[in-house]
């Protein structure tokens, strides 16, 4: 089975899967990110429950991009079932405490995944402080409300 | 690869067991209570993500820096947020959805919103000293945009939504 052909038969039973893309740099330029494990980058959204994470994977490299993922299965508290009509994430990258990029909203009403990129260069000549923070968004049929919540990668060293 | 396979397998395996009310209740016991996604806690953090993540909760102003690398001056996250609230509306009226981990036109597209509806930064005096749009842009900079971006949404929003 593919993994693509995977991801199409788990969706209809994994509840939610938000995911954030730490990414960036020249493409000449490696991204280490061997220091996320261990970490939590994307926690359920509002009014569920966790179940199960999958580990980081190995980075992988997509032309100019080095991308590390980790998937996150949530469910309704109450009935296990979607509940939103609308998810949305997005991201802010730092160097330091300094705002360095702001990627788009990432939204969808039809799948039960979204995820966003950053990709600016945030220090040419390389940093240790280099990280992102993740604002993953929920809302409910009928309802203007959009409950949101944080994550926040740990620094990685751009070179 | 094989563990990802095997890691979202199994992922799918307990949420099919959770969905049936089996193991909700245990999960929680190994998170914080509802995991309702709470900001990462303070020991984790490094100083200036703490200092960076305290800004956000205090609307307090945000150092921003140029694509040199260099502070230019400060936003507030309520003007980002509501920014970007607004171009976000244009996308769901829209029923433009980003498609996939890449989606380079519908990237065009919202970056192209936001030039049309850019966030002042502004100095230690309060002075307007260049525009955020999803980086900082110097005030000349944001002005040779600004054609570009208008052709940019008629071409990828305006027009498709008339077809």
């Known amino acids: ?159 | 690869m094989s563990r990802r396979r095997t890691n979202i397998a199994a992922g799918v395996v307990i949420v099919g067991i959770a969905a049936g009310g089996a193991l909700a209740a245990s999960a929680q016991e190994d998170r914080h209570e509802g995991d309702v996604a709470a900001a990462p806690s303070a020991e984790d953090l490094t100083a200036a993500q703490l200092e960076a993540i305290e800004a956000v909760r205090s609307d307090a102003p945000i150092p921003v820096q140029d694509v040199s690398g260099d502070v230019r001056g400060y936003v507030r996250d309520s003007a980002l947020t509501a920014r970007d609230e607004r171009v976000t509306e244009q996308m769901v009226q829209g029923f433009r959805e980003r498609h996939g981990s890449v989606d380079e036109e519908y990237d065009e597209l919202y970056e192209a919103l936001r030039i049309l509806d850019p966030v002042p930064v502004v100095d230690d005096t309060g002075a307007t000293v260049g525009y955020w749009t999803h980086n900082f842009k110097e005030l000349s900079e944001l002005e040779a945009l600004t054609p570009d971006a208008r052709a940019t949404v008629d071409r990828l929003l305006l027009d498709q939504a008339g077809e």
């Open chain 1, 1 to 159: 089975m593919s993994m693509s052909t995977m991801r199409r038969t788990s969706l209809p039973l994994a509840a939610g899967l938000l995911v954030v893309l730490l990414t960036g740099c020249k493409s000449s330029q490696k991204v280490v990110v061997d220091s996320v494990d261990g970490s939590s980058w994307i926690k359920c959204a509002m009014g569920q429950s966790y179940v199960n994470e999958s580990s980081d994977d190995d980075p992988a490299q997509y032309g100019a991009v080095t991308e590390a993922w980790r998937d996150y299965y949530c469910v309704n508290q109450d009935t296990g079932a979607l509940w939103w009509s609308r998810l949305e994430v997005y991201g802010r990258k730092y160097n330091g405490n300094v705002l360095c990029d702001t990627s788009p909203v990432a939204w969808t009403s039809s799948s039960r995944s979204v995820s966003v990129q950053t990709r600016e260069v945030c220090a040419s000549g390389g940093s240790n402080q280099i990280w992102v923070a993740g604002y993953h968004g929920a809302s409910r049929n009928g309802s203007s409300t959009i409950r949101r919540a944080t994550s926040v990668t740990p620094e990685v060293t751009s070179q």
